[in-house]
């Protein structure tokens, strides 16, 4: 049952059958979900957490760009809790040629008007990217329900990093087109950043139509940790060494390769560091290798992608994160979510100045900043933290404490109440589902 604070939104969703208030229920579009690990699954789980302790109902469907389910063909998967409802998908010919996103996006469409019949939602909450958003808002339209799309980073420049396609080319163009169009027929907009917001500005999109709801943290599972000695330290072959680390995917955007390049001056001043990778992707095979060129395998530690319930034993680990994201359109308009999780657990982080990283560090307070794409500068910074002690202690309280009042789960999910009344309110009038 939902609190008081959250009655104005109960009351405002009335069943026509039941003439009675019932919680607002919201259908979320992923576009993949758990058990694939990453920031986006992470943040998405999150959500439902808080969106459910608030009395709400949530259902939760993922496109076909959830592979696993495309591949086996299973109508829903129980994760987490939760039961996420699947959207099969057979791929043909045609899904190797440009009409693949229009073959996906049909799928979507279908499913989650199928989903939508069954299930009444009030809203439709179409997540990143553009290809959830408009088969929500066909589907929005075709039966009265109010769409709010979250936009979480634009498709456009996640495919220039992946190699795609590139800035200022026709693939880009269409695909920005493309997500400027949903932007502009959502209901309500949400985004996790202010970059993202400034940038929806830019593209004519109402500021009053969006609404920030910023990356966070669940304080009471990412708790300040204890540095851990034997086992794990032991087996990976870091007893007695001062280690950083960074845990997550590996993209090239994320600047690995930053770090290992600044690891040799790192060393000549602080023998006993370390690099500790915690993770796996896209760029894995090429670190390896430039791990080998630089001479350094015994001073950088792989552990491959570990489980999610694992990853506090890696944090244990290590006296301080770095995150040294190349400085690009993605980094600089997107927020991450490693950090927030590392400054929970007074762990000092170091991390490149790209406007990313901007919105979550105050330089000096709550985390370093370095020059983006210097791995001099990076090697500055490291070392200025090992020699200082004291600036080690006070980044970890003063990390900690912004955490804690800024940027939890609660906190941010809270915003939604005056998105999804928005939303509803702008429906008034129209004809209800059949």
């Not at 709400?56 to 987490?80: C, F, I, N, Y």
């Not at 896209?282 to 694992?310: I, M, S």
């Not at 770095?322 to 690009?328: G, L, P, T, Y």
């Amino acid at each position: 049952m939902a609190d008081a604070k959250n009655s104005t939104l109960i009351r405002s969703v009335s069943d026509d059958r039941l003439q009675q208030p019932r919680p607002v229920k919201i259908l979320h579009l992923f576009d993949h979900s758990l058990p694939l690990q990453t920031g986006y699954t992470f943040r998405s789980m999150a959500i439902l957490r808080a969106q459910r302790a608030r009395g709400w109902h949530t259902v939760q469907l993922t496109t076909p760009r959830h592979v696993d389910a495309a591949a086996s063909g299973a109508a829903s998967e129980e994760v987490g809790g939760f039961t996420f409802w699947r959207t099969p998908f057979q791929a043909s010919a045609l899904a190797r040629t440009p009409l693949w996103p229009f073959l996906e996006m049909h799928a979507t469409r279908e499913r989650l008007h199928e989903l939508a019949l069954q299930e009444r939602p009030d809203i439709l909450h179409a997540h990143s990217p553009s290809l959830n958003a408009h088969p929500a808002i066909q589907v929005g339209r075709e039966l009265g329900i109010p769409v709010v799309y979250e936009v979480r980073g634009f498709w456009e420049d996640a495919a220039v990093d992946h190699g795609s396609t590139q800035e200022g080319g026709l693939r880009y163009r269409l695909t920005r087109w493309h997500e400027t169009q949903a932007l502009r027929q959502a209901d309500q907009v949400t985004t996790i950043c202010d970059g993202l917001r400034q940038e929806m500005t830019r593209r004519g999109i109402a500021a009053d139509r969006i609404t920030l709801i910023p990356n966070a943290v669940d304080v009471d599972r990412f708790q300040p940790v204890q540095r851990a000695e034997g086992g794990l330290r032991d087996s990976l072959g870091l007893a007695g060494k001062w280690v950083l680390g960074f845990c997550g995917s590996f993209y090239a955007y994320e600047g690995i390769d930053v770090m290992l390049r600044a690891l040799p001056q790192v060393l000549q001043r602080i023998p006993e560091a370390r690099l500790l990778l915690v993770g796996g992707g896209p760029a894995e095979a090429d670190l390896r290798a430039l791990v080998a060129e630089l001479g350094l395998q015994d001073k950088v530690v792989f552990t491959g992608r570990v489980p999610n319930a694992a990853i506090h034993d890696y944090y244990a680990l290590i006296d301080a994160l770095v995150f040294a994201r190349k400085r690009m359109r993605l980094t600089e308009l997107v927020t991450p979510l490693k950090p927030l999780e590392a400054m929970a657990q007074c762990l000092p982080v170091v991390a490149s100045d790209v406007g990313g990283h901007r919105e979550l560090i105050d330089d000096g307070r709550t985390g370093l900043l370095f020059a983006a794409d210097d791995a001099a500068a990076l090697a500055e910074r490291i070392v200025q933290l090992h020699d200082a002690p004291e600036l080690a202690d006070r980044l970890r309280a003063q990390g900690r404490a912004f955490v804690t009042a800024e940027r939890t789960w609660t906190r941010s999910v809270e915003a939604y109440e005056g998105v999804y009344s928005r939303a509803l309110a702008a429906h008034r009038g129209q004809p209800a589902m059949a």
